[in-house]
């Protein structure tokens, strides 16, 4: 059984149809559960007291926000080699899901931030470049909404995902690679000795999970409308030309 079988829309739609309710159901539990854990079962910490629990959303939403643009990217790819019209209205539908996320992690990152840094805002490079993440969102959404011919549309937005993809990239390590700024590295690692205490990092794991599934919900459902608005349209066209 091939994974190209999922291009035919029908097949597509068919299977998030049987697959959503699997998805949708564990992500509300996730969530309700991680965040629930997180904000009224875990202590406050010694420095930053309750508004280290901004730490169960925003830790997840900038994750998300990150993984949501490569998302984008492997669909863009996939158009671009195998000019398959659901990867494209896949990478379509995951564009406002991931601005969501973004704009998330810079608004939970800004309440987080301003007690500890007495700023809301840092020109910080892990902050500039999600800003600037946060902008190529924008701009991917409105190229696609500005382009009547939905191949055209999708081919240059496929370039524009591989460019701001640099930026997905230094939202990620820019902490890495420059060593200045107040950002600190990464909560979450494969190394415990650089990991937040157990006490937060379970409720995080669980919070985590409830985001990717969220996300993966979201895009499943956003991609089937868009495969419907997609054949409505190709029927008023069909009716024009009669």
Partial sequence: MSIWQYANPRKFISTVDAVLPFVAWPAALCLAGGLIWGFFFTPDDY???????????HVPAAMMAINAWIMMLAASLIWLVRRHHVSA????????????F????????????????????????????FLILFLFYLGY???????????????????????????AVLSRYAVNFWNQGLHQGASLSLDREENVADV???????????????????VLVRTRTEIRARRLLAMELEERMR
Avoid at 47 to 57: D, N, W
């Fill in 47 to 57: 420095r930053q007291g309750s508004t280290v629990k901004i730490f169960f959303i």
């Fill in 89 to 100: 209205l896949a990478a379509r539908a995951a564009a406002p899901v991931g601005m969501t």
């Fill in 102 to 129: 973004t704009l998330i992690a810079l608004a939970t990152g800004a309440l987080w931030g301003q007690p500890m840094w007495g700023t809301w805002w840092e020109w910080d490079p892990r902050l500039t470049s």
């Fill in 141 to 167: 959404i409105a190229l696609w909404e500005s382009i009547e011919t939905p191949e055209t549309a999708a081919d240059l937005t496929a370039v524009l995902c591989l460019v701001g993809s640099v930026f």
């Fill in 200 to 218: 937060f990092w379970y409720p995080a794991l669980v919070s985590i999970v409830g985001f990717v599934l969220l996300f993966v919900a979201l």
